[in-house]
């Protein structure tokens, strides 16, 4: 759903504005770092983005290829955050892990779409600026992120402050 809803604004993006599309397009690790802070399951933001992967690539002209840069979401989240947030006591470390896979998957999903970008859209401002982009797009959906597990743990959904989850 997150996908559709975006494709239109995301495919106008593209090709008028690389810096505004990164940012826009940082909406879709929203998911795998929702569950991934929900769960505090190492594997669960690769599987959250495996599936939204195979709904977006039989959903879109684009197909399977679009399976690489969700895949990617997914594993930085879970390489960079592992088992840091199965401690008992969560805090500002973990959190910091958390910007830290943001961070992280700014600049490798830049690097990705690298690949498409026109010569056109080549030059030094644009693309730096685009690397930026993708940057703080993803440490806002990290921070957002943040705040919807919270207040989802609020409401009683996921894992509680011990770790253990009540679902178990």
Same mark, same amino acid.
């Given at each position: 759903m997150l996908h559709l809803s975006t494709v239109g604004l995301l495919t106008v993006l593209a090709s008028i504005s690389p810096p505004l599309y990164a940012v826009v397009a940082?909406?879709?690790g929203a998911m795998p770092f929702l569950a991934r802070r929900l769960t505090r399951t190492p594997g669960t933001a690769t599987v959250t983005a495996a599936v939204a992967g195979v709904m977006v690539a039989v959903s879109s002209p684009s197909g399977i290829i +679009?399976?690489?840069?969700? /895949? +990617?979401?997914g594993a930085v989240i879970d390489a960079v955050v592992w088992r840091a947030d199965r401690e008992t006591v969560i805090g500002a470390r973990v959190e910091i892990r958390?910007? /830290?896979?943001?961070?992280? /998957?700014?600049? +490798?999903?830049f690097t990705v779409s690298l690949?498409?970008?026109s010569l056109e859209h080549l030059t030094p401002v644009l693309v730096l600026g685009t690397l930026a982009a993708r940057v703080a797009g993803e440490v806002i959906g990290v921070a957002l992120t943040g705040v919807w597990a919270r207040g989802l743990r609020r409401a009683?959904?996921?894992?509680?402050r011990t770790g253990v989850s009540a679902y178990r």
């Open positions: 940082s909406v879709h +679009l399976l690489v840069p969700l /895949l +990617l979401t958390y910007y /830290l896979a943001g961070i992280t /998957l700014g600049i +490798l999903l690949s498409v970008f009683g959904v996921g894992d509680d």
